[in-house]
């Protein structure tokens, strides 16, 4: 059974730093493109960041610069680097297992339950 765990969501000031991370069960996260998504209240689920199988980084304009996914290997867990935080970055982050490349989840993918993220100022 498949089973994405995410931690690390906290409240910070604008300016802060955060790093979540996502621990995987019954998938090897080696072999599956994966991916960050966030909501924030009354907005839309978007992509943070996606990662493909070959190490390839996609980023959303507005993380751009400030935010570095990476697979942690031997430990099956993603990671989400978050720097220089904006309030506009408050939002619920989910991990998302078996994305497409460039982040677009499919019937197949697999969520974790989300961390929260909330910024102030």
């Not at 300016?15 to 924030?40: F, N, P, T």
């Not at 904006?86 to 490349?101: F, G, I, N, Q």
Request: aromatic letters at 8%.
């Amino acid at each position: 059974q498949v089973q994405l765990v995410e931690s690390g969501g906290d409240s910070v000031q604008a300016g802060g730093s955060l790093e979540l991370s996502c621990l995987v069960s019954g998938l090897d996260i080696r072999k599956y493109g994966m991916a960050w998504y966030r909501q924030a209240p009354g907005k839309e689920r978007e992509l943070v960041s996606s990662i493909t199988r070959l190490d390839t980084a996609n980023y959303a304009r507005s993380v751009q610069g400030r935010f570095t996914i990476s697979r942690d290997k031997p430990k099956n867990t993603l990671n989400l680097q978050m720097i220089s935080l904006k309030t506009e970055d408050t939002a619920v982050y989910y991990c998302a297992a078996d994305v497409r490349d460039g982040g677009a989840y499919y019937a197949g993918t697999h969520w974790g339950q989300g961390t929260q993220v909330t910024v102030s100022t």
